[in-house]
């Protein structure tokens, strides 16, 4: 969020995180060495904006309904801010159901941390792009952060020059007596001093090696999402949010190659565009600028931005955010954001993957009340004879559906991995299916082709992970987790942070931050759950438990999905458990 902090502000933040200064300020912490170096980071955000900073209230923005604010305990100190404001009820600036607001709305963010083993973040930059008066900016960063003996932490920044303030919550992955973290799931949730809340949720890499421009070079698969229209009058055009699967033809020396394309869906459109681009050199963070031309279009594409950052974590795996400005003085263009991975190997199908997909719900969305429902997937899918088959499990805004059959049937893969099936194929809903972009055997982006169909589904980003260590049992799922939630679709879904662990025989437990634009709260994950040898199980918990009543879905013995399959829930999420 942009927010410009005043000078009290800015005290009242480092108050909040008990830590300003150097690090003798810190809770004391004896796994602070698990974040040491450089990290890069993304994360989606959504903001309510209180109305009382006029600079964050365009016209003609999404509006949204929220509901009353409710918490159940507090944890973190990077959540506290949000629990103080929770503790003071609906009649503080919180609206409750029914209400409608225009000023709630989806950006992304992406940066790097230099992390100094000490509590210290001693540089850093970020940028930061959304639909808002301010749009689009980037600056640097500095703040502290500290580290729980169980690989939770907390992290409170504070851009130089714009004075954006960031205060996240995360799980650490891969860290084991103190050596540095592989990954980190990361959540962000507070409230400024004017009553904006900000929630966001993301993914934290290690940078390896010295970035350079070299270090893009080869075919990247690419999964991107973001938004092309904003308001009411997006759900009157059947326009709204933007997804993007396709390919970087990149040649290790600043171009992108003829081989460069996309499947866009935008709205209820899509199609395949070519791309040209170029990038540059990063600096020591692995930040580096790009842009992105169409050179030709098949069938009816969105709008891709032509600006981009990225933030290069290694030769294999970059993150990405569009730079065009979003903002009421130059005009609110399309923006994305997503993450990119060094194709390997040749690509194809084989074996069994598990597909995850979100999107927003317009079947009980109402004119005026966009982006407060969301329907979840999860699916087993086969790629037996030539064909994708599977079933899989459905919350669409409450409505709980399992055993969802899906048929995809024959498919071809291309020689630069993209995934297509006949156009007769369709997904459960009745929309024509996918096509995915596979980055290797193991993993790949779809994007939803609905060709104007406007009455069985709403777009959005497919993700297909390879199934490994089949037959499956309660065992499969045994040690600690870094749980944090796959973006999500829509502004009201809970956002997740924490690290779960399973015994292996069919218990979870753990405490779990959860941001929410109701509030932050301390929720157990106490739960019991059953495996089958297909990889599909089931929890069952009790009181505040996020792993109440849903569905797992093992990707392998260090991954697996978790969806919630309340019928109370009409804005679910889908949570991600990797080791």
Request: proline share 4%; glycine share 14%; hydrophobic share 30%.
């Amino acid at each position: 969020m942009r927010r410009i902090l005043t000078a009290s502000a800015l005290l009242a933040a480092c108050l909040v995180m008990a830590a300003c200064g150097s690090s003798s300020n810190n809770t004391p912490t004896s796994n602070l060495a698990a974040l040491t170096g450089t990290y890069v980071f993304q994360e989606q955000v959504y903001t309510y904006y209180s109305g009382v900073d006029g600079v964050h209230a365009p016209a003609g923005m999404t509006s949204k309904a929220l509901r009353p604010v409710k918490v159940v305990g507090q944890r973190t100190k990077a959540l506290q801010v949000m629990h103080s404001r929770s503790q003071q009820g609906p009649s503080h600036g919180v609206p409750a159901q029914g209400n409608i607001y225009s000023n709630v709305y989806w950006g992304g963010v992406v940066g790097a941390l230099q992390f100094d083993g000490q509590g210290n973040v001693i540089g850093g930059e970020v940028d930061y792009n959304e639909p808002t008066g301010g749009g689009y900016f980037a600056d640097t960063l500095s703040g502290v952060y500290t580290v729980n003996s169980d690989n939770t932490g907390t992290i409170s920044l504070i851009s130089n020059n714009v004075g954006a303030q960031f205060s996240f919550e995360f799980g650490l992955q891969g860290s084991t007596n103190g050596s540095p973290a592989t990954e980190a799931q990361i959540v962000e949730g507070e409230e400024d001093t004017v009553g904006d809340i900000e929630i966001g949720t993301g993914t934290m890499l290690p940078v390896e090696g010295t970035p350079s421009q070299g270090s893009i070079n080869g075919n990247y698969v690419f999964g991107l999402q973001g938004q092309t229209c904003y308001g009411t009058p997006c759900i009157q055009s059947n326009q709204g949010d933007l997804y993007a699967a396709g390919l970087f033809a990149a040649n290790g020396s600043g171009t992108f190659g003829s081989g460069s394309q996309a499947d866009v869906s935008d709205g209820f459109a899509s199609g395949n565009l070519g791309l040209s681009g170029t990038y540059v050199a990063p600096d020591v963070n692995g930040r580096a600028t790009a842009s992105l031309t169409p050179t030709s279009s098949t069938g009816s594409p969105g709008q891709l931005p032509t600006g981009y950052v990225f933030y290069i974590a290694n030769s294999s795996t970059f993150f990405i955010l569009s730079t065009d400005n979003n903002n009421t003085a130059t005009g609110l263009s399309p923006y994305v954001f997503g993450q990119a991975g060094l194709q390997s190997g040749t690509p194809a199908l084989s074996g069994s993957y598990v597909m995850a997909e979100s999107t927003e719900d317009l079947a009980n969305e109402a004119a005026g009340n966009a982006d407060t429902y969301s329907d979840t997937y999860l699916a087993l899918l086969g790629s037996s004879g030539g064909a994708l088959t599977g079933t899989g499990d459905s919350n669409k805004a409450g409505t709980v559906t399992t055993g969802v059959v899906y048929n995809y049937g024959a498919y071809k893969v291309a020689s630069n991995g993209r995934v297509t099936f006949p156009t007769s194929s369709t997904t459960p809903s009745g929309a024509p299916a996918p096509v995915f972009w596979l980055q290797s055997g193991s993993f790949g982006y779809g994007v939803d082709q609905l060709q104007g169909n406007t009455t069985q589904q709403e777009p959005g980003l497919l993700s297909l992970y390879q199934q490994s260590g089949s037959p499956f049992s309660a065992a499969s799922l045994s040690g600690n987790y870094a749980l944090g939630t796959l973006p999500a679709s829509t502004s009201l879904a809970n956002l997740t942070v924490g690290i779960v662990t399973s015994d292996g025989t069919s218990n979870l437990s753990g405490d779990i931050g959860v941001a929410s634009l109701e509030g932050s709260s301390l929720n157990s994950a106490t739960a019991t759950y059953q495996m089958t040898a297909t990889g599909r199980g089931t929890t069952s918990g009790s009181g505040n438990s996020v792993f109440g009543n849903g569905v797992l879905y093992v990707v392998s013995p260090s991954q697996t999905l978790f969806m919630d399959l309340n019928s109370q829930d009409t804005a679910p999420s889908i949570q991600n458990m990797q080791q």
